[in-house]
Nanobody, 123 residues
Framework: QVQLVESGGGLVQAGGSLRLSCAAS????????MGWFRQGPGKEREFVAL???????FYADSVKGRFTISRVNTWNTVYLQMNSLKPEDTAVYYC?????????????????WGQGTQVTVSS
């Protein structure tokens, strides 16, 4: 079992930046795809970004060009750099570890989740 702990959320004005971190422990980190998801008020949880075990990256269209996902395996940490933030980016952001060998952006394919960190973007 893996434990995931997110940090770095907060309140920021539109156009600003935040960097989220997710620290993992308990399972070999480097063997797994890692993803970020978010859930806004009254909305379903949605895919944001994924970094594969080999470093390949995938993004939701809504964040492409603004967000960057990365990982440092020696630190068991995955990051989400968020630039040019918009009010519609307001959500709780979750880090998750994939339970599948192949690439998936479906929340049900991720077996381990962090507790989430709140990101609020004011207009």
């Amino acid at each position: 079992q893996v434990q995931l702990v997110e940090s770095g959320g907060g309140l920021v004005q539109a156009g600003g930046s935040l960097r989220l971190s997710c620290a993992a422990s308990g399972r070999t980190f480097s063997n797994y795809h890692m993803g970020w998801f978010r859930q806004g008020p009254g909305k379903e949880r949605e895919f944001v970004a994924l970094v594969g075990w080999n470093g390949g990256t995938f993004y939701a269209d809504s964040v492409k060009g603004r967000f960057t996902i990365s990982r440092v395996n020696t630190w068991n940490t995955v990051y989400l750099q968020m630039n040019s933030l918009k009010p519609e980016d307001t959500a709780v952001y979750y880090c998750a570890q994939s339970a599948r060998m192949g690439i998936s952006t479906t929340p049900s394919d991720f077996g381990s989740w962090g507790q989430g960190t709140q990101v609020t973007v004011s207009s």
